[in-house]
């Protein structure tokens, strides 16, 4: 079976930074992956996708600020998050679908596999 399990989450102040870790079981970059976030009340958004090849696309809200990547050897998605805001706070889940490409789509519905999440709180 397929996990993937989160890491990294916390409490910082706005302006701060985070780096979410996502560990995968098996080999999954040869797969579409991603970032996504929730708050309560609100739908599952996509915060940032990367592709087999490293294509990556991102919500705009989060571009300039956030970086997906990824680290074949230890077989690791990240999310780095640089100046933070309040709005950003939410529980962050990493995702992954069976096909290579992403179709440049931010949408939960394209995703198979997802882990439990990380919870990101931003203070004012």
């Known amino acids: 079976q397929v996990q993937l399990v989160e890491s990294g989450g916390g409490s910082v102040q706005a302006g701060g930074t985070l780096r979410l870790s996502c560990a995968a079981s098996g080999s999954f970059y040869s797969r579409c992956m991603g970032w996504f976030r929730q708050d309560p009340g609100k739908e599952r958004e996509g915060v940032a996708t990367i592709d087999s090849i490293g294509r990556t696309n991102y919500a705009d809200s989060v571009k300039g600020r956030f970086t997906i990547s990824q680290d074949k050897v230890k077989n690791t998605l990240y999310l780095q998050m640089n100046s933070l805001k309040p709005e950003d706070t939410g529980m962050y889940f990493c995702?992954?679908?069976?096909?290579?490409?992403?179709?440049?789509?931010?949408?939960?519905?394209?995703?198979?596999?997802w882990g439990k999440g990380t919870l990101v709180t931003v203070s004012s």
């Open positions: 995702a992954a679908r069976y096909q290579t490409d992403c179709s440049g789509h931010l949408s939960r519905a394209i995703m198979a596999f």
